[in-house]
Every structure is written in structure tokens, then in C-alpha cells.
């Protein structure tokens, strides 16, 4: 059975057969620094939405180098480095970046911005979709365990 999203590198898969509960482009330092590009879309999972079927083959990381305690980590494959996903310790989402964790150019588009700063001296998107300084409004963090 084919899964209604999948990913990963050829030594570790993941997948998902639900939607995402967000689904955006980030502006954010973080990820900026992380990816090294300009703006990263980011969908967010239910932690237990997304499968993967060798998580001992991955190695943990902090994702954010100024918050080494944070709640997420950059999961990569421990074979050949490829980024597989963001893991929140806190089991809330686990994040994918389509573009970098293998996952299909079909993937949904992201659904507004976040994390936009003006004073970074970007301009304003001005594609259509909301644009947001943080997360949009009505999100709301799933419970973790």
C-alpha cells in the first residue's frame, strides 16, 4: 500500500498518511542557518502521523545551535547525512522540509508565511498568502507525552 506522503534516503523511509497540521514557508533565522536557503517550507505533523522504519539509524542533533536544550532535533541518517526530519522530544509534531527529507515535488504548497521580519531588510511576500511574524494565529501546539 502506497502511503499519502513519504520521504527519507534509501537507508531510512518515513511516511505519513495524514495531512499536515501546518503547512508553511519559513522566514526564520533557524532555519535560514540550518538549510541555507532564503525561506524553508515547513509542514508540521502529529508526532505520531509520521513513520519512520529505522529510527535507530538516525543521529539527533539540536536544530537550533543557540537553544542546544530546545524541544527539536534535526534527525539525520547516520549512512549518508541526508536530513530525514525534525523530531520534537516533547512527542508533539515531527516537521518535514519536502524539498530536503524526500519528499515528492507534489507535496501541498505551504498556506501562508511565517516568521517574517521586516526589520531583516527582505521584502514583504507578496504572493497572496497571509503573512505571519510568528506561527499563524489559530495554531495550536498538539498535546506532546
Known amino acids: 500500500m502506497s502511503q499519502k506522503y ?6 531510512v523511509h518515513t511516511h505519513a ?12 533565522s533557524v532555519c ?6 532564503p525561506t524553508t517550507h515547513v509542514a508540521f505533523f502529529n508526532h505520531d502521523d509520521v513513520v519512520v522504519d529505522h529510527p535507530e539509524e538516525l543521529n539527533r542533533q539540536p536544530f537550533n545551535a543557540n537553544n542546544p536544550d530546545g524541544p527539536l532535533e ?3 541518517c547516520k549512512d549518508c547525512g ?15 522540509v519536502p524539498n530536503l527529507m ?14 517574517y521580519d521586516a526589520a531583516a531588510g527582505v521584502a514583504r511576500p507578496s504572493d497572496g498568502r497571509p503573512v505571519h511574524e510568528g506561527l499563524r494565529p489559530e495554531f ?6
Open 6 to 11: 513519504s520521504g527519507g534516503c534509501e537507508h
Open 17 to 28: 498518511d495524514h495531512d499536515p497540521i501546518d503547512n508553511h514557508t519559513c522566514h526564520c
Open 32 to 37: 535560514k542557518s540550518v538549510t541555507g536557503q
Open 74 to 76: 534535526l534527525c539525520t
Open 82 to 96: 541526508t536530513p530525514i526530519m525534525l523530531d520534537d522530544k516533547q512527542n508533539r509534531i515531527r516537521a518535514i
Open 102 to 115: 524526500g519528499y515528492a515535488d507534489a507535496f501541498p504548497a505551504a498556506t501562508y508565511h511565517a516568521f
Open 140 to 145: 495550536v501546539w498538539p498535546q506532546g507525552s
